[in-house]
């Protein structure tokens, strides 16, 4: 039988682990779909989802630079792709494009398979980009009674603290903040790039850790390389951590429930996936 594509696009794409984790649950589960990559140029987006439409695709992924150019160009918006402002699923059916954003359902997944529910919670997010606006609006959603957003400009967090006035309260990225914020935290997600493999800066100090309440889980979503400065501070001081693979994987996995319809079972997939990913970046 035919498999049904499935690709993502990005600029660049080759490091891309999307295919890695797709294809290995698509074949774990027999489901006839081929997921593919595709180097694709910001000015290209429009003219690939005419291209994947009338080639048949049954979706593709997004990421940078393409996540908010298609949010003006899909037929339809899922809510959270609506609120997030940037698309990293379209789902193609009966004509139509439908985009979707996994990536909030992905963090808030990763946080409940670590036993973390926000309700309730107080949290701090270091940033305010893309990444960020996904994982404090889902926390809002999600009840967070408090979420402090510490971000280098500080409009940018401001903006989010205008969307859920009650709960988010913007904040700029100053050690002092950092330290005050540390002190009523059941959860600080680092959303910054500072730390990640190839990228130039890291913190400059990362001692407003010592003021977290204790036992506060501490995440950052940058998952190259496996434990960050700000991740392994953190677990030194006997704080549990969690890097982005776990969102990576969850996001990708709501993802291909929407391409196939199928309703995956987590716990039968994931040892599968997280054997591939290792095998991959060990590569
Ligand atoms: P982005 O839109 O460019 O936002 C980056 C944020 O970090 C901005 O708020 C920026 O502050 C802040 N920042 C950057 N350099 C800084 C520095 N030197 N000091 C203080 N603040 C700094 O990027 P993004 O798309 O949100 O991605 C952010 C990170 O999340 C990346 O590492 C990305 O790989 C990761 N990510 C992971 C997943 C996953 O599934 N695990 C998904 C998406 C993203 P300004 O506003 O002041 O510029």
């Known amino acids: 039988m ?12 080759e490091h891309s682990l999307s295919p890695v984790i797709h294809n ?14 595709v180097q694709m140029r910001a000015a290209d987006t429009a003219a690939f989802l005419r291209q994947a439409k009338q080639e048949g695709y049954g979706g593709f992924n997004a990421t940078m630079p393409h996540k908010t150019a298609l949010v003006e160009l899909v037929d339809e918006l899922e809510e959270d792709a609506r609120l997030f402002r940037a698309v990293n699923t379209v789902v193609l059916r009966d004509g139509k494009s439908i985009g979707c954003n996994t990536d909030g359902d992905g963090f808030l997944q990763m946080l409940l398979e670590r036993g973390f529910s926000p309700e309730g919670k107080t949290v701090t997010v270091l940033g305010a ?23 280098r400009t500080v409009e940018k967090a401001r903006e989010l603290e205008r969307e859920f ?19 009523f935290s059941d959860l600080m997600v680092n959303t910054t790039p500072m730390g990640m493999t190839n990228v130039a800066g890291q913190f400059d100090d990362l001692s407003f850790l010592d003021d977290l309440k204790q036992n506060a889980l501490v995440c950052d979503l940058i998952y190259s390389p496996a434990e960050t400065e700000f991740l392994r501070y953190a677990k030194e001081k006997g704080h549990p951590t ?6 990576l994987i969850h996001q990708a996995l709501f993802a291909l429930e929407k391409f196939t319809g199928a309703e995956i079972d987590r716990e039968a997939v994931l040892p599968a996936v997280e054997a591939e990913l290792k ?5």
């Open 2 to 13: 035919e498999k049904t594509k499935l690709c993502v696009i990005g600029d660049p794409v």
């Open 24 to 37: 290995t649950v698509l074949d774990f589960l027999g489901l006839p779909f081929a997921y593919g990559r």
């Open 129 to 151: 980009g893309g990444a960020a606006r996904a994982v404090v609006l889902k926390l809002a959603q999600a009840g967070a009674l408090r979420i402090f957003v510490c971000n």
């Open 165 to 183: 006035t009650a709960q988010i309260t913007a904040l700029p990225f100053e050690a002092q903040v950092l330290r005050d914020c540390a002190l």
């Open 242 to 247: 969690a890097n982005g693979l776990g969102m």
């Open 279 to 283: 095998k991959k970046m060990k590569a």
